[in-house]
């Protein structure tokens, strides 16, 4: 069965990166619906000054949902960070933590935050008993988004799938949350969200390249795969007998 148009999927795909450039080419393309980074990404794209970097991709962004990640371990920090964050923008939602490195809950702040109205991207969560312990931090809050990593679980021989569509069910009596398919391993992952309702997914710029090889014909996709083989074998200078 050929697999849907991108264009048709019902979840909402949003780039997940730090590079500003990739970041430019993305938001120009219709199926891209908001954006999301955090430390690492940023600093493995050699971003040095968070906030001035925010600020200026907020300029060219200002209209899409952007996700910006609080970086200190202490609660009343994260606290202060999640202030000075919201305050980049309209479409900025702050992401905190499920813990801090300890393992301590951050259930406290983010009822305190979500009763600001702060809109809020929970992030780091990889089961369905973190989500049950802060569902109820949101009653009456924002838009705020449930970020559960379902690649990192399935780097672990665990199928998400399940857990997943459990969360979607989970999320249903909160209209103001939506759950994230965080951390996708393959393309095939934006497809496995959208048949079980999960409202966004991440995906890095690399998966993202692999969209043009959506309905691709798998005959000619073979022959393409021969043909490489052929050609690398070639420029390598390999020979037998």
Same mark, same amino acid.
């Given at each position: ?57 907020? @300029? ?25 964050? @919201? ?147 070639? @420029? ?6």
């Amino acid at each position: 069965m050929t697999p849907k148009r991108v264009q048709d999927l019902q979840t909402k795909i949003f780039g997940d990166g730090a590079d500003r450039d990739g970041i430019l080419a993305l938001n120009q393309k219709s199926y891209i619906k908001g954006f999301t980074t955090n430390p690492t990404l940023m600093r493995k794209a050699g971003i040095t000054d968070y906030e001035q970097f925010a600020r200026s991709i907020l @300029k060219d962004v200002p209209d899409k949902p952007f996700s910006f990640e609080v970086f200190a371990d202490d609660f009343p920090t994260m606290e202060k960070q999640a202030m000075i964050i @919201k305050e980049w923008g309209k479409n900025v939602y702050v992401k905190i933590p499920i813990t801090n490195t300890k393992g301590e809950s951050a259930k406290d702040l983010i009822r305190v935050l979500a009763g600001r109205g702060l809109k809020l991207n929970i992030t780091a969560m990889m089961n369905l008993r973190q989500v049950e312990e802060i569902i109820d931090c949101f009653s009456g809050s924002p838009s705020s988004y449930i970020s559960i990593f379902a690649g990192r679980v399935a780097d672990t021989g665990r199928d998400p799938l399940q857990m997943m569509a459990d969360a979607v069910k989970l999320l249903a009596p909160y209209p103001n949350l939506e759950l994230i398919w965080a951390s996708p391993r393959e393309l095939l992952n934006i497809y496995h969200a959208d048949s079980i309702g999960c409202q966004i997914i991440t995906v890095t710029h690399d998966i993202l390249k692999k969209l043009e090889l959506v309905g691709k014909d798998l005959d000619e996709y073979s022959l393409d795969t021969v043909k490489m083989f052929y050609e690398d074998g070639q @420029k390598s200078g390999f020979k037998l007998g």
